[in-house]
């Protein structure tokens, strides 16, 4: 590696920015019969990236990132943290991710990690073989961002589509186009341009590594899970996931956070056996607040977290208290 260049680490998970299909126009079934390619290939596929950073690449996994899950999320933490500390020379991290959890791995690492370093995390929507990809201008830009003094000091990130996004507030909000990931209430961080990194907001909730979360021992995460309401919707699903040992439960209620009657009645049965409660809304906008229902009940407040994000950062807390005015905290806090 050159003296004078950054050097970026680069951690490959997968996804579609590193797929290759069965020819330019294959954007649709490449995930089911394409191949992926390992972090140093996708990144070699680019030469200009060798002309702003030396790239340290390291493997991780090579899948969708439907089979990304909390076990992959406590090693990618271990992983970056380790690296972190053993080469200080590192200028920033970028991690290749397929889009379908990229916001949820985003954010848990977002909660987690104890290393200054920028971290960001790309994807794609077409895979690296197709015409017009945006794979190489994405993973062009996430080198930019994570070597940009601008940058740093502001959470883990996500660059896609020429913007800077906060981990904690973006979401995948298109199934196939390129604009895909929004902060639907507060908008980009920064972007991308031709002339560098432009930063225009800064996050104003707690992030990495200034958290009270640590997972360096965890081997699992306490097992939450998320109810979707609906028209009608029962309790069936609550008191099955109570009986599967659910420790929490995230319910995705009507806007403005409101789960049906039924749901009402299986959630205070939920509580009664020891289960923790957040509510958030299914509207993918805007805060639930802890008005007088949630607050007689000991419900928590979701404040305007998407439902996978509540679970992720209920599930952490849970690893630190069962208190639910402590819960409360780090609800409003992160």
Same mark, same amino acid.
């Given at each position: 590696?050159?003296?004078?260049?950054?050097?970026?680490?680069?951690?490959?998970?997968?996804?579609?920015?590193?797929?290759?299909?069965?020819?330019?126009?294959?954007?649709?079934?490449?995930?089911?019969?394409?191949?992926?390619?390992?972090?140093?290939?996708?990144?070699?596929?680019?030469?200009?990236?060798?002309?702003?950073?030396?790239?340290?690449?390291?493997?991780?996994?090579?899948?969708?990132?439907?089979?990304?899950?909390?076990?992959?999320?406590?090693?990618?933490?271990?992983?970056?943290?380790?690296?972190?500390?053993?080469?200080?020379?590192?200028?920033?991290?970028?991690?290749?991710?397929?889009?379908?959890?990229?916001?949820?791995?985003?954010?848990?690492?977002?909660?987690?990690?104890?290393?200054?370093?920028?971290?960001?995390?790309?994807?794609?929507?077409?895979?690296?073989?197709?015409?017009?990809?945006?794979?190489?201008?994405?993973?062009?830009?996430?080198?930019?961002?994570?070597?940009?003094?601008?940058?740093?000091?502001?959470?883990?990130?996500?660059?896609?589509?020429?913007?800077?996004?906060?981990?904690?507030?973006?979401?995948?909000?298109?199934?196939?186009?390129?604009?895909?990931?929004?902060?639907?209430?507060? *908008? %980009?961080? @920064?972007? #991308?341009?031709?002339?560098?990194?432009?930063?225009?907001?800064?996050? +104003?909730? !707690?992030? &990495?590594?200034?958290?009270?979360?640590?997972?360096?021992?965890?081997?699992?995460?306490?097992?939450?899970?998320?109810?979707?309401?609906?028209?009608?919707?029962?309790?069936?699903?609550?008191?099955?996931?109570?009986?599967? *040992? %659910?420790? @929490?439960? #995230?319910?995705?209620?009507?806007?403005?956070?409101?789960?049906?009657? +039924?749901? !009402?009645? &299986?959630?205070?049965?939920?509580?009664?056996?020891?289960?923790?409660?957040?509510?958030?809304?299914?509207?993918?906008?805007?805060?639930?607040?802890?008005?007088?229902?949630?607050?007689?009940?000991?419900?928590?407040?979701?404040?305007?977290?998407?439902?996978?994000?509540?679970?992720?950062?209920?599930?952490?807390?849970?690893?630190?208290?069962?208190?639910?005015?402590?819960?409360?905290?780090?609800?409003?806090?992160?």
């Amino acid at each position: 590696m050159s003296q004078s260049k950054p050097i970026v680490a680069a951690i490959g998970t997968g996804g579609t920015i590193s797929s290759i299909g069965r020819d330019s126009l294959d954007v649709l079934d490449y995930p089911d019969f394409g191949r992926k390619m390992e972090v140093a290939d996708a990144i070699g596929r680019y030469p200009e990236i060798a002309t702003i950073a030396d790239i340290l690449p390291i493997p991780f996994r090579s899948v969708g990132s439907t089979d990304i899950g909390p076990a992959d999320w406590l090693e990618l933490a271990r992983i970056i943290d380790k690296t972190a500390r053993e080469r200080p020379e590192i200028a920033g991290f970028i991690i290749t991710h397929g889009t379908a959890t990229l916001e949820e791995t985003a954010y848990f690492l977002n909660l987690v990690l104890k290393t200054s370093k920028t971290v960001v995390l790309v994807g794609a929507q077409r895979p690296a073989s197709a015409l017009s990809s945006d794979a190489g201008m994405n993973l062009v830009s996430a080198v930019r961002v994570a070597i940009a003094d601008q940058a740093r000091g502001l959470g883990v990130l996500v660059c896609m589509n020429d913007e800077i996004q906060s981990a904690r507030e973006v979401s995948k909000t298109s199934t196939y186009r390129l604009q895909t990931f929004r902060a639907a209430d507060f *908008g %980009a961080l @920064g972007h #991308v341009d031709g002339d560098g990194v432009q930063i225009y907001r800064k996050p +104003a909730r !707690r992030y &990495a590594p200034d958290t009270e979360f640590d997972v360096a021992e965890l081997t699992a995460l306490p097992r939450v899970d998320i109810v979707y309401s609906y028209g009608g919707a029962d309790g069936t699903a609550i008191d099955a996931f109570v009986a599967a *040992g %659910a420790k @929490g439960i #995230v319910s995705a209620g009507l806007a403005p956070g409101i789960p049906t009657r +039924a749901e !009402r009645e &299986a959630l205070i049965r939920a509580m009664a056996a020891g289960v923790i409660v957040t509510q958030t809304s299914r509207a993918g906008s805007g805060r639930v607040a802890p008005r007088r229902y949630l607050r007689e009940t000991g419900i928590v407040a979701g404040d305007n977290l998407n439902p996978q994000k509540a679970r992720l950062l209920l599930a952490l807390a849970l690893t630190r208290t069962n208190n639910i005015e402590q819960i409360g905290r780090m609800f409003a806090t992160y």
